[in-house]
């Protein structure tokens, strides 16, 4: 005797299948890591207490860090995580025998 059913029926998971997403859920660096800036500017402002002592090191300038906290409070500070641009390379000089 066969039983009746509605018709619809999916497939169950292959053990690949779920082997391989418990897998990228767990081991995966994105998952667990930090986020990270892709840009990390020279100067930081520092809120004031009313704002929970908050950071924003998002500031390629002093005067975009003290235009920000102006009527906010606060302070500004160079970010310790800033490293600056690579040194450019020099041209190589060619020296001309006189």
Known sequence: MRQKTSGF????PSAALVATLV???TVSPQATGM???GIEYPWC???SNATV????CGFS???QCRATISGVGGMCQPNPAYVGPAPRPQ?????HPR
């Open 35 to 37: 986020a990270q800036a």
């Open 61 to 63: 300038t002093l005067a």
């Open 9 to 12: 029926s999916l497939p169950l």
């Open 91 to 95: 041209p190589k000089r060619h020296s």
């Open 23 to 25: 897998l990228g859920f």
């Open 45 to 47: 402002a520092v809120y």
């Open 53 to 56: 002592g908050a950071t924003n």
